[in-house]
């Protein structure tokens, strides 16, 4: 048992690898389960933000782009449900929209994804069309399971540019 004034922090390895979604159900329940049985203590999370850029440093190839946002957004509430309170790590954040949501949600995690999702692209005036359009592309494929082929774990090259980033979404 533990006292209420220990702080858990848990490590979503797979916060942000759509082809591990059994994993990071896993994960989730895992953490519910502790928040149910502690309701009192504060919890703390570390986000593996930094995929899939990590993976293509591992293995030497340029990752298709990592874009979560919408999926970003509902963890940051599922944190909130579940008593992450305290210190939470961002590791390895890479696109400047997830790092915007992460830090805006954790400061307010009933703020609007839509409202901030539109603010963040409006900021770049002209170009905000193409921009997010090119981001709502990435966001669709790195997200969509069908995308993934029943792949597990982390990207490889083979799925960055077979699947991901195949032919006709490249072009």
């Known amino acids: 048992p533990l006292e209420d004034n220990v702080i858990v922090h848990f490590c979503w390895s797979a916060n942000r690898c759509p082809g591990d979604a059994k994993v990071f159900a896993r994960q989730k329940r895992l953490l519910a389960d502790w928040h149910a049985k502690y309701p009192r203590n504060a919890f703390g999370m570390w ?56 830090a805006r949600l954790l400061w307010n995690p009933d703020e609007g994804y839509a409202s901030l999702k539109d603010r963040f692209f409006r900021s770049f005036g002209p170009a905000e069309k193409p921009i997010r359009a090119f981001y709502d592309l990435v966001e669709d494929r790195f997200c969509s399971t069908n995308a993934w082929h029943g792949h597990q774990g982390h990207m490889t090259a083979r799925y960055a540019w077979g699947y991901l980033g195949d032919e006709p979404t490249m072009a």
């Open 47 to 102: 986000l593996y933000n930094g995929f899939p850029h990590e993976s293509g440093t591992w293995f030497n190839y340029l990752p298709f782009p990592g874009f979560f946002g919408d999926l970003c957004a509902e963890e940051m509430k599922y944190l909130k449900a579940n008593n992450v309170t305290d210190t939470v790590f961002c590791c390895g954040q890479k696109d400047d929209f997830e790092s915007y949501l992460v």
